[in-house]
């Protein structure tokens, strides 16, 4: 069955250390996304990618890293860099089609909690 | 910038009632896409219904439709026969497409509640 798979489900971190979030797909989607989910504040675009190779900020971008190499993988790491780490982080995925309508929606992982001390 | 707004940050219903989940968005652009995810305690993201601006009429699945106000700019969603599965976050969610980049920005949520 394709999906998005995000590992591990939980990962527990000291401080200061840096830290690399899996994430494969194998919907042979192009486009790639990172989330960050806090209590209240709703999803926030960390990082996205449209293309192998290439990726953009998103909104909460300090503090993280990602590559995209191989289209079915998007790594997020969490750098020491980043102030309040501790959260859930979603990986999502969907096509795209350059200048194509954009109503394809996303398909989400199960996330990874995050825990930082 | 695109924003999007819950303004109902909990809300509760009984089981086999209809519940109405407002939704504002604010965009320059005209024609763009929105849609409703569901995150039940599990936290699995799950596409409930979405909404192309330029069709007039409001999108329906099943049990589930939307309120489309292009002009006031708002997406609200409607849960009829409410069952306890229903009990979930629900985000809403705009589509922006500025400088060939897509992106989805969501809402806070509404934590919904059906009780039985």
């Known amino acids: 069955d394709g999906g998005i798979t995000q590992s591990p489900k939980y990962l527990f971190r000291k401080e200061g250390q840096n830290v690399t979030l899996s994430c494969e797909q194998n919907?042979?989607?192009?486009?790639m996304y990172w989330y960050r989910q806090d209590p209240g504040q709703g999803l926030r675009l960390i990082y996205y990618?449209?293309?192998?190779?290439?990726?953009q900020k998103g909104d909460i971008a300090e503090g993280y890293s990602v590559s995209r190499e191989k289209k079915e993988s998007f790594p997020l790491t969490v750098t020491s860099a980043q102030k309040n780490p501790t959260a859930f982080y979603l990986c999502?995925?969907?096509?795209?089609?350059?200048?194509?309508?954009?109503?394809?929606?996303?398909?989400f992982g199960n996330g990874t909690r995050l825990t930082v001390t | 910038a695109q924003t999007v707004t819950q303004s109902q940050p909990e809300m509760s219903v009984q089981e086999a009632e209809t519940v109405t989940l407002s939704c504002t968005y604010d965009t320059s652009e005209s024609n763009y896409y929105l849609f409703w995810y569901k995150q039940p305690p599990s936290r699995q993201m799950i596409l409930v219904i979405r909404?192309?601006?330029?069709?007039?009429q409001n999108a329906t699945e099943n049990r589930f439709s939307v309120n489309f106000q292009k002009a006031a700019k708002s997406f609200s969603l409607k849960i009829s026969d409410s069952q306890l599965g229903d009990t979930a976050m629900y985000f809403c969610a705009f589509m922006s497409t500025q400088g060939g980049s897509e992106k989805l920005v969501f809402g806070k949520g509404t934590k919904l509640t059906v009780n039985p």
């Open positions: 999502a995925s969907r096509e795209f089609y350059r200048g194509g309508p954009p109503n394809s929606p996303l398909h």
């Open positions: 919907l042979n989607h192009d486009a």
């Open positions: 909404q192309e601006a330029y069709k007039q």
């Open positions: 990618s449209q293309i192998v190779n290439d990726f």
